[in-house]
């Protein structure tokens, strides 16, 4: 007798036999997320042009010379410097892209910006066999790349110059590029970073810019995505009263010739991003390398708090932060002043981006909306706060405090969630009675 095999849909198979189905296991579960990823737009004299690019830490300090066109220990990076203290991955752009590429008749600079204009090439004849030439490509004083050929056509690509296969190769103590440019740096620059970057997942964003209406484009871009698009993400700007909890002002200005004043947005962006969403910023020492502003008095430093302005602030030798706030100054019935605070943000901003791609991946179009689908989604968010909870970002927490129901259509689902945000300790009251 033939037995019966194959997959199933139901248990109504009417042969015996074995019916086995082979699934991958869910690409999406109630795991908590990982933080410490930020965007920022960069004014940048070489580098990837009209594109969103990734750097880790690790990129950053081993190839700082390729990625942005400075060893890592140069001036010109100390803002980002400054970031990776704490970010460990940044989505950048260029905001000087478009500028002229320098060149010579043998090559070509790979990205645009002024810094091309410090590369040049040194051709020799080879030790060896005076029908080759030792070709080197020298940015500033350091050889960064360096080939043996006969002909200009056998030149490969590197990572700074694309050469030009029909020039001659004649040998030269050194033949400089020239003719590299920034790109213009304006609104138009912003926009485009900001319809670029809008479909890239980070934690925060920071925008190094001073004047009123730039920062006015960057809070409205934070809004307009946390409140209609459902994107969580801080925004960091420079004395900006947004009066919103997505938006963070720094109070703080630098005083480094050169810098903008509006520089310290690199430090607190990566501290913000970097910050783990059962910690708190408050009282963090500053640990980056500009010259801060800090001389306040306690009735500034007062003002500054109810102004919603994020302070650092002189303890002893050290600058600290006074509080972990964002600009949110007005409370209403549905937020009130638990939302002024950056911990709340960073937990209820976790809930929503974790379970909006917990569902878009795992249940979206893919589970019945049935009971037990219903049960399911339930299971994953109380696992998911169980977690928040061990690790003391929330409390008091109860599976009777997630209710998921049927929406109003056959394909839509209800959730309503409670939870408590545990803050960390800010203020001591202590009574002791001497005997």
Known sequence: MGLGGGTFTAQNKELPG????????????????????ATMPLELDWGADGAIFEVTSEDFQKNSLAIFGYDYTHDKLKGL?????????LYAYKLTSGGAKAENDLAEALCGGIRGNDLKVVVQKNADDEALFDVK??????????????????LKTNRFVRWKSAAV???????????????TVDGTAHQTYLDKVEAYTYNTMGAAVADETTKGLYAAFVRRLREEMGIKFQLVLYNKAADYCGTVS??????????????????????????EVNRSCQNRRYDGEFAVAADYTQSELKKAIRAGEFTLHKVGSDIRVLEDINTMVTISDTQGDVFKDNQTVRVIDQIANDIAVLFNTKYLGAVPNDAAGRVSLWS??????RQLERIRAIENFSDADVVVEPGATKKSVVVSDSVTVVNAMSKLYMT????
Do not use: M
């Open 18 to 37: 074995a019916y086995i189905n082979f699934i991958s296991a869910a690409s999406a579960n109630a795991a908590l997320s990982d933080r410490g990823i």
């Open 81 to 89: 410097r400054d970031l990776f203290r704490n970010a460990r991955t």
């Open 137 to 154: 490509t020298v940015l500033g004083t350091a050889v960064v790349d360096e080939q043996t050929v006969s002909g200009a056509d056998e």
């Open 169 to 183: 190769l004649e040998a030269a103590a050194a033949l400089p590029l020239s003719g590299g440019t920034n790109g």
């Open 250 to 275: 720094v109070k703080n200005r630098v005083l480094d010739e050169g810098w903008s004043e509006a520089s310290l947005v690199y430090w607190v962006t990566g501290a913000l991003a970097g910050c």
């Open 380 to 385: 994953d968010i109380v696992a998911h706060h």
């Open 432 to 435: 002791v009675t001497v005997a």
